[in-house]
């Protein structure tokens, strides 16, 4: 079936350490994204990509790095650098208007990482 | 720069009552994406509903349907004959329609469906 992977489901990291979350998708999207939600918050833009080999910073991506150089994967670095990283992650991908579209974002199912 | 509000935190529902989400977005754009998305405790997130700007009518998906009012940037969420299943958070997000490149979400409200 088609659908976005993300793994782990849950992360557990000490201080001082890079951790990488997984994101895969098989829905032959362009555009990917990450996103953190904090708990009983809205959900902030980390990183997005609309193309193999280019990406965009979001709202919040002092701390992360990202890499896209397949079409299918995007992963999200969380660095030694991320103040708070201990958060629900979201990876998210869609369609892009040159493709056709129906305008919505399709997520994985999370990721929780906690800092120890 | 486009923002999205969601003035209510929390809501609860007797089961099988309606209940309303309200949702206001700001944006200078004419042609967008506005979207209902429901987050259970699983933390899946899943596309309720969606609208386009340009389309006049309403959007109805089965027991949710939305009341859209594009001059007033008003974006609700009408949920009929509430279900259990129905308590999760509920995000309204907006998506300029020909540019793909971010999703703004609003904070988000709690709904409670009380049996």
């Known amino acids: 079936d088609g659908g976005i992977t993300q793994s782990p489901k849950y992360l557990f990291r000490k201080e001082g350490q890079n951790v990488t979350l997984s994101c895969e998708q098989n829905l032959n999207h362009d555009a990917m994204y990450w996103y953190r939600q904090d708990p009983g918050q809205g959900l902030r833009l980390i990183y997005y990509?609309?193309?193999?080999?280019?990406?965009q910073k979001g709202d919040i991506a002092e701390g992360y790095s990202v890499s896209r150089e397949k079409k299918e994967s995007f992963p999200l670095t969380v660095t030694s650098a991320q103040k708070n990283p201990t958060a629900f992650y979201l990876c998210a991908s869609s369609s892009t208007p040159r493709t056709g579209n129906t305008g919505e974002l399709f997520f994985g199912e999370g990721s929780r990482l906690t800092v120890l | 720069a486009q923002t999205v509000t969601q003035s209510q935190p929390e809501m609860s529902v007797q089961e099988a009552e309606t209940v309303t989400l309200s949702c206001t977005y700001d944006t200078s754009e004419s042609d967008y994406y506005l979207f209902w998305y429901k987050q259970p405790p699983s933390r899946q997130m899943i596309l309720v509903i969606r609208?386009?700007?340009?389309?006049?009518q309403n959007a109805t998906e089965n027991r949710f349907s939305v009341n859209f009012q594009k001059a007033a940037k008003s974006f609700s969420l009408k949920i009929s004959d509430s279900q259990l299943g129905d308590a999760a958070m509920y995000f309204c997000?907006?998506?300029?329609?020909?540019?793909?490149?971010?999703?703004?979400f609003g904070p988000g409200t709690s709904l409670s469906v009380i049996p």
């Open positions: 997000a907006y998506r300029f329609r020909t540019s793909y490149d971010k999703v703004i």
């Open positions: 990509s609309q193309i193999v080999n280019d990406f």
């Open positions: 609208q386009e700007a340009y389309k006049q």
